[in-house]
């Protein structure tokens, strides 16, 4: 059983559409953080949210943390082609001692121009 | 160095075989990590070290996979007798703290088990 489960799987839209990718879990974390992996690369942190409710913005990238901090979305303003990769999130659980992320299995957007 | 550094960026190895698998983390970073990632997969954790001292190694599939980072810098994973189940992107990371706000990942160690 995944810990995060990170959906859609998949994503493919057209250049200048709206998404949002989902990241939801039962447990509650200490702190949660999205990261942008592209091919034959190691994932890339675009951000850490850590507050209940909180709300960060990266350029067209909002990224919202669950009031409960159980879940969080990413969402995408006017995708571009250069958008296109595999978004994943992990986790610090809020309990049990372990201070190592836990990541989902990711959502793999493509962007068509 | 300015980024973490993984070598070599490709492995192919012939079932049976030992490999080494080396990262250079961000000078200063205390904390090293690393991960698994199959196909298609989010990162697998495997080990933690905090400067030498590794501290968790509770993700290392078995005992054919051992680590070591002895100066508290250079890390290396060995992996003994691969599997094609070993066939994977391996990830090192670091960071200056405990990890719990993001670290800086390598570009990874892509292993072919053949």
């Known amino acids: 059983t995944q810990l995060l489960e990170q959906s859609p799987q998949f994503l493919s839209i057209q250049e200048g559409e709206n998404l949002t990718v989902y990241c939801n879990s039962s447990?509650?974390?200490?702190?949660l953080q999205w990261y942008r992996q592209e091919p034959g690369e190691g994932p890339v942190l675009l951000v850490t949210?850590?507050?209940?409710?909180e709300v960060k913005k990266l350029k067209r990238l909002t990224f919202q943390f669950g009031d409960a901090r159980k879940d969080s979305s990413l969402h995408i303003t006017a995708a571009q082609p250069g958008d296109t990769g595999l978004y994943l999130c992990a986790g610090v659980p809020a309990s049990g001692g372990s201070y190592i992320p836990t990541f989902g299995r990711g959502t793999s957007l493509i962007v068509h121009p | 160095g300015a980024g973490v550094s993984q070598s070599p960026r490709y492995k192919v190895a012939k079932r049976g075989q030992d490999v080494a698998l080396r990262c250079d983390p961000i000078?200063?970073?205390?904390?090293l990590f690393w991960y698994q990632q199959a196909l298609g997969q989010g990162p697998e954790f495997l080990t933690y070290f905090q400067n030498e001292a590794q501290l968790d190694k509770s993700g290392l599939p078995s005992d054919r996979f051992f680590a070591e980072r002895p100066e508290g810098s250079v890390s290396t994973l060995k992996i003994q007798r691969t599997q094609q189940e070993d066939s994977a992107v391996y990830l090192c990371?670091?960071?200056?703290?405990?990890?719990?706000?993001?670290?800086?990942f390598g570009s990874g160690t892509r292993l072919t088990v053949v």
């Open positions: 447990s509650v974390f200490s702190s």
């Open positions: 000078s200063g970073h205390v904390s």
């Open positions: 990371a670091s960071s200056s703290g405990q990890g719990i706000y993001g670290y800086t």
């Open positions: 949210v850590v507050t209940g409710g």
